[in-house]
């Protein structure tokens, strides 16, 4: 990440959602009431209806609707949103429940930048429904993962991650709830790791000394 913890400079973090947006509202409450050096800039949505753009509106934080029926190709869209992040200047790109498959050029524009959420403990149960997944597998544990995003679906390097355990009386619901809980905790606290430690990839792995 180009801008980190040093003298005053703040990170710029730009999200993308396309539904509820609650690691949306946990980015935005930890980056302005805690030591998180960071601000989110930008919130872009493929979803005009999207509960993440309208919080966003509310907190005063430019929120764009980019429709993909818009753009003739998926890479036309992926460009159209590179504008967009590039235009706020953003130095981190943080994926919140953003549903659309990245074209290579994003990840790549962004490489080292991007990070995403997933509700399990990868790699286990990628894609959809991780929650449902881990229930059908029949896992004591499961949880959440903050990553890198490469080119893959949910595989890049994993910068931190919490367990979560399945009690045998859980739903979808229930389950999804506990880990969501922790993905509140975690996504900001990556975002904080970044900005505090020293850290490298190295193969698969994210190393992190203190400075
Ligand atoms: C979260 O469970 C996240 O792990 C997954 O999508 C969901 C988004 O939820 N990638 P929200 O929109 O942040 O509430």
Redesign the pocket.
């Known amino acids: 990440m180009p801008e980190r913890s040093s003298g005053a400079a703040r990170l710029r973090v730009g999200v993308l959602?396309s539904?509820?947006?609650?690691?949306?509202r946990a980015l935005v409450v930890a980056t302005r009431a805690s030591g998180v050096r960071a601000d989110v800039v930008v919130v872009v949505s493929d979803r005009a209806d999207a509960d993440?753009l309208a919080y966003a509106r509310v907190e005063g934080i430019p929120a764009v609707h980019l429709d993909p029926r818009q753009h003739p190709t998926r890479e036309a869209h992926d460009k159209a949103l590179i504008g967009v992040l590039d235009e706020h200047r953003v130095g981190l790109v943080c994926?919140?429940?953003y549903m659309r498959i990245l074209t290579p050029e994003l990840v790549r524009h962004f490489a080292g930048r991007l990070l995403?959420?997933?509700?399990a403990l990868l790699p286990a149960f990628p894609g959809l429904h991780a929650p449902r997944q881990a229930l059908d597998h029949g896992v004591r544990v499961t949880g959440?993962t903050v990553h890198f995003v490469d080119e893959g679906v949910d595989t890049g390097p994993i910068v931190l991650q919490a367990a979560v355990p399945v009690h045998d009386d859980d739903s979808v619901e229930t389950l999804?709830a506990r880990?969501?809980e922790q993905?509140h905790r975690l996504y900001p606290n990556a975002v904080q790791m970044l900005l505090e430690r020293n850290w490298r990839v190295e193969g698969r792995r994210v190393l992190a000394a203190a400075r």
């Not at 539904?19 to 949306?24: E, T």
């Not at 995403?116 to 509700?119: D, F, I, L, Q, T």
Request: aromatic residues 0%; glycine residues 16%.
């Open positions: 959602a539904g509820r947006g609650s690691n949306l993440a994926l919140a429940g995403n959420v997933h509700p959440a999804s880990i969501l993905e």
